[in-house]
């Protein structure tokens, strides 16, 4: 099984266009699960997300949407393996996903690239690439399953992560946690973690590193992510 093997439970990848990553890492160890009981993640892939927010919270009830069929498969073997196999799993669009009940925390690692070149994989270029799922679509999802005291985490690069807190915006909704990332001390910023909500707060900013400058893992870094690391 090629994968990636955290402390709790293994995340096999082979199927899904996007592979486990930092990206996803990073939005599952930092999103703000407090007083939450129920999650939806959008656009789940390996289920990495879902499973580390169970991890985090085991009493939270998890559901993930995923349209990739083949993504959707190995994420339901990918939660059926771990410890916590009733997280459920829907392949379907979230653009017609609907619930009963609304969810207190939404969260989503989301396709990000607007007008770059595509490659060959038609399946890497839908988990990638806005088209199939705009950043319009996921603001409108979010407003269709939240309720007033619901928050949004995401995480995106820098240039997207402007328009989206614009778009957000005019859509009502407030940015309330912000934590700017850079890979190294010295490279430019290159991801944003953010937290969105219908409350207008003053937005609590911070900046994580990820490695030093001796190219190790920083101690921010291992703070938010040793309870996943297999060697942190």
């Known amino acids: 099984m090629s994968g990636f093997a955290f402390k709790q439970f293994k995340v096999a990848h082979e199927q899904c266009a996007m592979k486990v990553s930092t990206d996803g890492i990073l939005l599952g160890a930092w999103a703000n699960l407090s007083n939450a009981n129920s999650l939806l993640d959008i656009g789940t892939g390996t289920g990495l997300l879902a499973l580390m927010c169970k991890q985090r919270s085991p009493q939270l009830t998890i559901t993930a949407v995923e349209v990739d069929k083949n993504a959707y498969q190995q994420a339901l073997q990918n939660i059926a393996a771990s410890p916590w196999p009733n997280i459920e799993v829907h392949q379907q669009s979230i653009q017609t996903f609907n619930s009963a009940q609304p969810f207190d925390v939404v969260i989503a690692n989301p396709p990000y690239f607007n007008h770059s070149l595509k490659g060959n994989n038609e399946a890497r270029n839908i988990a990638r690439h806005t088209d199939g799922l705009s950043f319009a679509e996921l603001i409108s999802a979010f407003k269709k399953l939240s309720h007033a005291g619901s928050t949004f985490s995401l995480i995106l690069p820098t240039t997207e992560a402007a328009v989206f807190i614009e778009l957000a915006t005019q859509n009502g909704l ?59």
């Open 174 to 232: 407030f940015l309330n946690t912000h934590c700017q990332v850079k890979a190294t001390p010295n490279k430019a910023i290159s991801r944003n973690l953010m937290t969105f909500s219908y409350i207008n707060q003053s937005i609590v900013e911070s900046a994580l590193c990820i490695k030093d400058n001796e190219n190790n893992y920083s101690e921010d870094y291992i703070t938010l992510c040793k309870a996943f690391y297999l060697k942190m």
